[in-house]
């Protein structure tokens, strides 16, 4: 059934264009049926995950890569899945009324289901790779959504980046998959559970962490990686909420929660994770302090909560991870409200910066509702689901040490700071240019305001009835992470101690902050250095432009005479490393049986060769190429060959015609290159020319093994009948190499005749359907 | 490049070449010579022809498009060859006939000869429909 | 059935002959051309089943005994790239239909492409190293005159630098031949590995070694590693889009074959030396190769590049040299050829829609042409590697084997490069496809359609499906290619089949 | 003669390259002729040299006596000549048409097809 349910989201995301031409501006309503019911079954699950049935199934993909599409649903998987299912639900409802049916809705549909069946099989994978394959389909879907106005060029500037930066995490994580595979013997998630200990024990096991921490990272948005978030806010706004907000950006959680029974528990793991979490945590609040669009400031505020999530999972303890779990569903109940919210401000009101907005309370009631009880949740005023969770959080970073204390302080004080700027401020503080906004505002429609208001509703009645959570989610939720079964009891009060007063007090700092928002905000922007890492980002892809394109200057200059010395260089140096490392040998025995006239004509040769290169017209250059091709013959003729001879004979003579008939058409020689350049070329061939000439004597001087030629001799006659056994092995013993060769003539004859003759007309060509030639190099 | 002399003098060896060039054919299996060869020397006949009487007068006494030529001649190497798979040998398995001549002798026939005699048409076409394309774009 | 080993070349061959024979009917060539390009497809298939059931199949040509006679060798890896040449020629045979205008089509650019086809398939099949220089210079004599044919002025510079060095590279075989038969007096790969084998000893093998270093020049310029590669990116993008991409799925293919088979079978005496050296080439290769790539704003120089890079990774796999590297490469080879000539087959549709190929100029592909947008999209992203596509299981299995062996550098050199390879993938889809453009409206075709168009589209579907195929269906597919690999590594596989148990 | 041979293949080598490392077109030509004449001549030599009779077998006998040369290198030059002559006469029409596009003979000159 899992494995249907997230199949069948792939299949509704093929089915979307097609369906939205059907259903027009409803379509948003009737695509919402399959995530709809996909929750409705995920909640059918929790009773029986609460008995400790947990669903798997798995069938053998492929035995030698060692893939198998293992799924599997435990109370980690299902409290992801909820979140994918239930806020996909309602974001695709609002994104029917958000777009309208201006755009292409049909494709952005595609798209969004495509993200949400490749997110729910990345919680649901019980297998590395395949997570890996829905992870990686994660990044390619939230890419086309980033980029969805792609008419745009910042939006398509943005998907790139997120892109990129998702992408080389994922490219490292997987060298960690597969080493952690090798390690763990396999990439089986339920079964690696169980060698835990095995793994942290190999000498690869900082690697393995290093090389995943980095993947999830850079999904989940963690300092230094974090800078991609804020600009994917060029998404449309249903698409920041559910990507960016609400799910895939929690993959990252995800994976470190799922794998932290295996290598969690370290220190490495305790600094590595929870300090990193730590960081971004507070650095999120920080860079939000100067912000003023609602979006952005909602992107750095997730970053933040995206922190404390990685945090509780490296401090690890048993309250770090209910924490870790009760944060996980809170946030993404009021960060989603709000980010819908956002949305409709922005639909109605025509502007999303803070500043100008205001009295939106009494104009959009319910959008106001809706966003009010997310951003008390988020703020973390008691009875909310999201006071709830922090409580959790301080506890756990309590018992864990005063520095994470201080910081998750900071950073839950930072957090009502935006609550309150984001999802207060906006509807009931008075707006001091109400009249200047782009737009009259007014209530959004109803699929724009059912999302906020259930969800709003789901943050306050989930923090004050937390019970019902407690056993059918939390515990088995908790059971996946522990690797041990955790019984788990949740109370929406906890009596009056020391977390609570430090809740009330990071409430009450929080009001203050927010009473001096203006100044904190002129401090922010003085401390904006002017370099940030998303500055960096783009120097290094100028960097890489540069650094491509200077290479290819260097390497395709377009010179053949230097492709050519770079080539024979090359051949040469690599052979001549070969023969060193011989070194001599056994030198072969020199024989000096020499006769004068052999001499002659192997002076006659070098000779010639030599006129070719020295004439100065082309004729004489033919010419004495011939005078060359004479004398190879004429060796030939000395030692035995009359066959080659007289070919040599006969092709020399056709080459001097053909050489004569096409010169007739071609300039003369001009000199052209500088003395120095010669002399370059000279030493290059005579280098080359003496690794040849030692080449020769040790091939004609060493025989590891005697030639196979006497099974020619022996049966030209008796089983080929005939007597010239030259012509018997071109014709009979190899006359595949002939077939070969007179095709290669045929085919050269084919491309003189068609070289010589055919003209492509020019206009015609380009008249007609081929603009195919190359432009650039034909036109001049 | 058209004088009197040359143009006599090709016209009696043009036909000596060729006979020259099929006995260098024929031969070829036992003592120096072959299709190559032969092919060679039939076309540097016909070269000197067209060098002296021009590419058309060439054509025209050729009768055959020297492209085809080629394609004849491949088509005869490769049925040579085709001829022992339906045979079910190994392609280009020899196969040999002896022909009793009565007092001649006799005569071995064999597949490999119809493969030299392919080689022999397709260097000769070759050679030809190079000369000529060279000849004609002057 | 042995004999019939021969059908992949004479197939071609004999296509090409008819088309010279009907010269002067180009109408009924371009329908010879196809069939025969289809016949081989069927005959490549079942050529793979056969050797897939009944293991290396050798058969004797002219029935001489090896190592007498030329042999023709069928392994596995021999087979799966046969089959490619089958499926990238039936494509390429269908896109040319319409694609390659009647001028070139009358002047033999059937019968070319078909010799071509036979030289690429004598060249993976036979098991002498003189006959595999003899359909070296088949094919290259085909793609000389593809490349030429039209006589444009940008086809003549790209030709004359593919020409001079592909040239110097036969020139380099010939020489590492002749030297090689001079020490080892016979030219029958299996007969050359046994005896090396035989006589392994300290002098012999360092020489051997040498020798080599001959051929890793002469194939290294065919298949276009680094520093070699210069004849690739001067000359792929002039010609017909047609043209290239069965070049780019094929001959550079032929030049990779060649490494795999002479450093898996015959030169492993040094595997220090020379495996090593493979390895520094595969890096070097993929990196020069996608930085070239990163700095083109033209779409066929930029997929030109690319076939550079993704050289580097087979290469990988046969330097880490054992039988899951291999199996990689195989495997790496079948896919980046299928997903490299769907690229520049789609190029030639965007080409033809919009009148240029400078991603400066083009845009708005995505809005008016979703499914080019779509395919292009499954074809790019297989380039990445981005799971799942044949591409990421490709990358996957040469990272599996170069950490098992404990090679970090080349492993995390390769994961950049396919990084880079998606930005640059990222890169075209940006600019041709989201971007909007205003320039060359009134130039573009507007919209290609599949009943009109078949001839452009069907190509692209038709290797679509077969990247689906070989993604999804991975099981069976990389079950395949690891037998190839285990083939490889065990040279007395080979060597049995071609000189063991007589005829 | 086993000490000249190599020797002479050398210099046939080095005035090869030296030719193909030249910016006209026409003496580019002649060099690739040169390297053919050395790799044909390299793989002669290599086989071993013997300076005796054809490969064939005389009319009179029934086999072939030692000493004569090794007929398999012959056969294999023969195809290699023949191979060479079509690549020759291709790259001979190609320079030609490549003047006549380009203009100049000047190889420096052809370069717009480069990055």
């Given amino acids: 059934m899992i494995i249907f349910s997230v199949l069948a989201v792939f299949g509704l995301a093929f089915l979307a264009p097609p369906l939205c031409r059907l259903t027009k501006e409803k379509s948003g309503w009737w695509l919402a049926i399959l995530p709809l019911a996909l929750t409705v079954y995920f909640l059918s699950l929790l009773p029986g995950l609460a008995r400790g049935q947990i669903q798997s199934i798995s069938y053998l993909w492929s035995q030698e890569l060692g893939l198998t599409f293992a799924f599997r649903a435990d109370g980690l998987s299902l409290a992801f899945a909820l979140l994918i299912s239930g806020i996909g639900a309602l974001v695709a409802v609002y994104a029917g009324g958000y ?59 943005a998907a790139i980046q997120a892109l990129l930066v998702t992408g080389s995490g994922g490219l490292v994580m997987l060298a960690g998959f597969v080493l952690l595979g090798q390690v763990g013997q396999t990439w089986e998630l339920s079964t690696l559970f169980l060698r835990g200990e095995g793994v942290r024990a190999s000498p690869l096991y900082l690697a393995i962490v290093i090389l995943i921490l980095i993947g999830a990272f850079t999904k989940s948005a963690q300092f230094p990686f974090h800078f991609w978030l804020p600009n994917a806010m060029q998404a449309p706004t249903p698409v920041s909420t559910y990507l960016h907000a609400a799910t895939m950006v929690k993959a990252g959680v995800y994976l470190l929660a799922r794998l932290s029974p295996v290598l969690g528990g370290s220190p490495i793991w305790l600094w590595a994770v929870g300090g990193i979490g730590a960081v971004t945590m507070v650095l999120g609040g920080v860079l939000a302090l100067s912000q003023t669009d609602m979006k952005r400031l909602l992107a750095y505020s997730t970053i933040s909560a995206l922190g404390s999530l990685v945090m509780a999972i490296g401090i690890g303890s048993e309250t770090a991870l209910k924490a870790m779990v009760l ?82 302080v900071l950073g839950a004080l930072l957090n009502v700071w935006i609550a309150l700027r984001v999802g207060i401020a906006p509807f009931w503080l008075a707006g001091s240019k109400e009249a200047e906004l782009p737009k009259k505002p007014h209530e959004a429609p109803w699929s724009m305001t059912v999302g906020p208001l259930i969800l709003g509703g789901l943050s306050l009645g989930l923090g004050a009835y937390p019970q019902i959570l407690s056993s059918v989610l939390v515990s088995p939720a908790l059971s996946a992470m522990a690797g041990k079964a955790v019984e788990v009891k949740l109370k929406a009060w906890h009596g009056i101690n020391d977390i609570l007063l430090l809740s009330l007090l990071t409430l009450g700092l929080g009001v203050v902050a927010f009473a001096i928002r203006n100044d904190l905000q002129r401090i922010a922007e003085q401390w904006t250095v002017p370099w940030g890492l998303d500055t960096l980002y783009r120097r290094s892809i100028d960097g890489l432009f540069r650094l491509a394109s200077f290479q290819t200057r260097l390497l395709q200059h377009g010179y053949l005479r230097y492709y ?217 | 490049m058209t004088s009197l002399i040359l143009r006599t003098m090709v016209r009696l060896l043009l036909p000596l070449l060729l006979l020259f060039s099929v006995f260098l054919l024929l031969r070829g299996h036992n003592e120096p010579g072959g299709g190559f060869v032969g092919g060679l020397m039939a076309a540097t006949g016909f070269a000197l022809f067209s060098i002296a009487f021009g590419s058309s007068t060439a054509r025209r006494i050729l009768q055959i498009d020297p492209l085809v030529l080629i394609g004849v001649g491949l088509l005869l190497a490769l049925s040579s060859g085709l001829m022992t798979l339906l045979l079910e040998q190994p392609f280009l398995t020899g196969v040999w006939y002896k022909l009793s001549l009565g007092a001649l002798g006799k005569l071995e026939l064999g597949t490999p000869l119809f493969f030299d005699i392919g080689v022999y048409l397709t260097v000769w076409g070759v050679t030809l429909t190079i000369i000529f394309a060279l000849e004609e774009v002057g | 059935m042995n004999r019939y080993l021969i059908l992949p070349i004479l197939i071609p061959l004999l296509t090409a002959v008819l088309c010279l024979l009907l010269f002067r009917k180009p109408k009924l060539q371009r329908w010879i051309g196809v069939s025969g390009a289809g016949v081989l497809l069927v005959v490549a298939l079942w050529l793979l089943l056969l050797v897939r059931n009944q293991g290396i199949q050798a058969v004797q040509i002219g029935n001489w005994p090896a190592p007498f006679g030329i042999t023709l060798v069928a392994d596995l890896f021999s087979a799966i790239l046969i089959v490619l040449a089958g499926v990238l020629g039936l494509a390429v045979a269908v896109y040319s239909l319409e694609s390659v205008d009647s001028q070139r089509q009358s002047f033999g650019y059937y019968p070319l492409m078909h010799f071509l086809l036979m030289g690429v398939c004598g060249a993976f099949l036979t098991g002498d190293l003189f006959n595999l220089y003899v359909w070296f210079e088949v094919m290259l004599m085909a793609s000389f005159v ?66 080599s270093m001959l051929f890793l020049g002469a194939f290294g310029i065919k298949a276009a590693i680094f520093p070699l590669f210069f004849w690739l990116p001067a000359s792929y993008h002039t010609p017909p889009v047609a043209v290239t991409a069965l070049f780019s799925g094929l001959l550079t293919k032929v030049g990779v074959y060649s490494l795999i ?177 205003s320039e060359l409206k009134e130039e573009s075709e507007g919209e290609i359609s599949l009943q009109k168009d078949w001839s452009w589209l069907a190509p692209i579907l038709f290797l679509v499906a077969v990247i689906l195929l070989i993604s999804f269906g991975i099981g069976p597919v990389f079950q395949i290619a690891a037998q190839a690999g285990q083939q490889l590594m065990s040279p007395q596989l080979y060597i049995q089949a071609v000189l063991g148990g007589g005829r | 003669m086993e000490i000249v041979l190599p020797v002479v293949i050398g210099s046939l080598y080095a005035m090869a390259i030296y030719m193909l490392l030249r910016r006209s077109l026409v003496k580019l030509l002649i060099g690739l002729g040169l390297l053919s004449h050395a790799s044909n001549l390299l793989i002669f030599t290599a086989a071993g040299l013997t300076r005796s009779k054809a490969p064939v077998i005389p009319l009179a006998a029934d086999q072939l006596r030692p000493p004569h040369a090794d007929p398999l290198p012959q056969a294999l030059i023969l195809t290699a000549i023949v191979i060479s002559f079509g690549v020759t006469a291709f790259a001979l029409a190609l320079a030609y048409r490549a003047y006549r596009s380009v203009n100049t003979d000047d190889l420096d000159q052809m370069k717009t097809t480069d990055a």
């Avoid at chain 1, 809706?370 to 709830?388: E, I, K, N, Y």
């Avoid at chain 1, 056709?654 to 010669?678: G, K, S």
């Avoid at chain 1, 003539?745 to 084919?750: E, P, S, T, V, W």
């Fill in chain 3, 146 to 211: 593809l490349l030429a044919l039209g006589g444009e002025r940008g086809q003549m510079e790209g030709a004359i630098k593919y020409v001079t060095l592909n040239l110097l590279s036969s020139a380099i075989f010939l020489a590492a031949l002749g030297l090689l038969y001079g020490l080892a007096g016979t030219l029958n790969m299996a007969d050359l590995a046994r005896k090396f084998a035989s006589s392994a000893s300290a002098p012999s093998n360092a020489i051997v070694t040498a020798l």
């Fill in chain 1, 99 to 157: 777009f309208g049916t201006k755009v292409p809705i049909g494709r952005f549909y595609l798209w969004l289901f495509f993200f949400m069946a490749s997110m729910l099989g990345v919680v649901f994978a019980d297998h590395l790779i395949l997570l890996f394959i829905f992870w990686e389909l994660t990044s390619l879907s939230s890419f086309m959504l980033i980029g969805f106005e792609h008419d745009r060029e910042e939006a398509r500037a």
């Fill in chain 1, 564 to 780: 050519l010395i770079t080539i024979v260089v090359a051949v040469v140096g690599i052979t001549a490393g070969g023969l060193i490392r011989w070194g001599g040998g056994a030198l072969p025995h020199l024989s000096l049986d020499l006769r004068f006239y052999e001499l002659g004509i192997a002076i006659i040769i070098v000779l010639a060769g030599g006129m070719a290169i020295l004439s100065r017209s082309r004729l004489g250059a033919v010419a004495a190429l011939g005078v060359a091709g004479y004398g190879v013959a004429s060796i030939y003729l000395l030692f035995g060959a009359p066959d080659l001879a007289m070919t040599q004979f006969l092709i020399e003579s056709l080459t001097v015609i053909l050489f004569v008939l096409a010169f007739y058409h071609l300039p003369n020689f001009a000199q052209l290159t500088p003395r120095r350049e010669r002399l370059r070329d000279v030493i290059i061939a005579i280098v080359t020319g003496c690794l040849m000439t030692i080449f020769v004597f040790v091939a004609s001087g060493i025989q590891i093994h005697p030639s196979i030629s006497q099974f020619f001799v022996e049966n030209a006659l008796p089983l080929a009948h005939g007597r010239n056994i030259v012509n018997v092995i071109l014709v009979d013993f190899r006359g595949l190499d002939t077939l070969g060769e007179i095709t290669v003539l045929a085919i050269a004859g084919l491309g003189v005749f068609a070289l010589l003759k055919l003209r492509i007309d020019q206009r015609s060509a380009r008249a007609g359907k081929t603009t195919q030639t190359g432009r650039k190099g034909g036109d001049q």
């Fill in chain 3, 261 to 437: 088979r002479v450093f898996t079978l015959i030169f492993i005496q040094d595997l220090d030396y020379t495996h090593t050296l493979l390895l520094v080439i595969a890096g070097l290769t993929m990196i020069t190769g996608v930085l070239g790539a990163v700095a083109q704003n033209e779409m066929r120089r930029l997929l030109s590049f690319h076939i550079i890079s993704q050289i580097g990774y087979p290469l990988m796999g046969l330097g880490i040299f054992t039988a899951w590297g291999l199996a990689a490469a195989v495997y790496f080879i079948f896919h980046v050829s299928l997903a490299k000539s769907t690229l520049f087959l789609i190029s030639g549709v965007v080409g033809r829609l919009r009148g240029t190929f400078d991603l400066k100029k083009l845009g708005g592909l995505y809005k008016g042409q979703g499914w080019l947008a779509t395919l292009f999209l499954v074809a790019a992203l297989s380039l990445a590697g981005l799971p799942p596509s044949s591409g990421f299981f490709a990358k996957l299995s040469l990272v599996q084997a170069g950490l098992v062996q404990g090679q970090f550098a080349i492993v995390a050199v390769s994961l950049g490069v396919s990084l880079l390879t998606l930005f640059s993938m990222i890169k075209i889809w940006n600019e041709a496809f989201w971007k909007q453009t």
């Fill in chain 1, 327 to 408: 944060f996980l569903l809170a946030h993404g109940l009021y960060k989603g409200t709000l980010f819908l919210v956002t949305g409709s401000v922005d639909h109605e009101c025509g502007t999303r910066d803070v500043r100008e907005l205001g009295g939106l309370g009494r104009l959009m009631p319910y959008t106001a509702l809706g966003s009010t009880l997310a951003a008390l949740s988020m703020a973390g005023v008691p009875l909310f689901f999201g006071f709830l969770a922090k409580e959790y959080l301080y506890e756990a970073s309590y018992k864990a040490g005063a520095l994470w204390l201080i910081l998750a």
